[in-house]
């Protein structure tokens, strides 16, 4: 069944004092998505306040989430979700792992150079771009915490190189499966997830996964990531042994319209491995 998209401009999950420019960046997608299978959510333009969760604009990033979820309901096919900041992956890979069946569980693959492992006691940023990931496997603000949750043994790192003393802590107390950038191989990726024993795939995909010096438009470059043409094949290989449950491409932070223009071709070429 085709992909749907779902765009998100989120901007409230992010620590940047940039983040505006995800709005442009995800607007930058939309414009190259099939009008009729795409899909905008109405994303408030306050910044939203904390409500005590020690989460950063926390009512405007649960109002997103409900907006989202409504819509994710309506879906009959995988979705692919454009932000926007990471947080938009709170309702994307949640709806996706509700709707898991017995013994039909869903791999999620973290393509990021960022583990966003906080939560709001450790994070120094109280943003949520940076706790999403912990959120979803059940730690975080309570009234952020989905239903279904993700177990620990169906997500693999991919690409992470910026953690902070607080995520490299948990992630090896957890025993998450990281797979570093000089690692990272179609065939070593494809054997990780066979390895969880999951039916489907979830593609979470920071642009920041990506080297800076092959793609500009990143709010939190990190230098020694993989190039738009590794990234490419790595998602190919997983569609081609693992069926999608969703994806989400996040973090696209275009400082000029000539900057989107320039990055847009490997967006593009992701997109089009992701809905072949």
């Not at 709010?219 to 490419?232: A, D, N, R, S």
């Amino acid at each position: 069944m085709p992909a749907t998209f779902l765009v998100v401009p989120q901007w409230q999950g992010s620590g940047s004092a940039r983040a505006m420019r995800l709005v442009d960046g995800a607007s930058a997608i939309r414009g190259d998505l099939p009008s009729s299978s795409t899909t905008v959510i109405d994303v408030p333009l306050e910044a939203g306040d904390e409500q005590g969760t020690g989460v950063a604009r926390a009512s405007s990033v649960l109002m997103v989430r409900d907006r989202m979820l409504a819509e994710l309901d309506l879906a009959t096919g995988p979705v692919v979700t454009i932000g926007g900041d990471c947080g938009v992956e709170l309702a994307a890979i949640g709806h996706c792992l509700k709707q898991v069946t017995a013994g039909e569980d869903v791999a999620v693959v973290w393509l990021d150079a960022h583990p966003d492992l906080n939560t709001p006691e450790s994070s120094t940023s109280k943003a949520f771009h940076g706790m999403v990931l912990r959120t979803l496997l059940g730690e975080g603000a309570g009234s952020l915490v989905p239903s279904a949750i993700l177990p620990k043994e169906r997500l693999i790192l991919a690409g992470v190189r910026a953690a902070d003393e607080a995520e490299d802590a948990y992630a090896k107390s957890a025993g998450l499966v990281s797979i570093g950038v000089d690692d990272l191989t179609p065939k070593r990726l494809v054997a990780a997830i066979a390895a969880t024993g999951a039916a489907s795939v979830y593609l979470h995909i920071d642009l920041d996964v990506l080297d800076p010096g092959d793609f500009i438009g990143l709010g939190y470059p990190e230098p020694f990531g993989v190039t738009g043409e590794e990234l490419v094949a790595l998602v190919k290989a997983v569609k081609a042994k693992f069926p999608l449950a969703g994806a989400g491409i996040t973090e696209f932070a275009p400082a000029s319209s000539e900057e989107a223009v320039n990055d847009m071709p490997t967006i593009l070429r992701i997109l089009g491995a992701l809905s072949a």
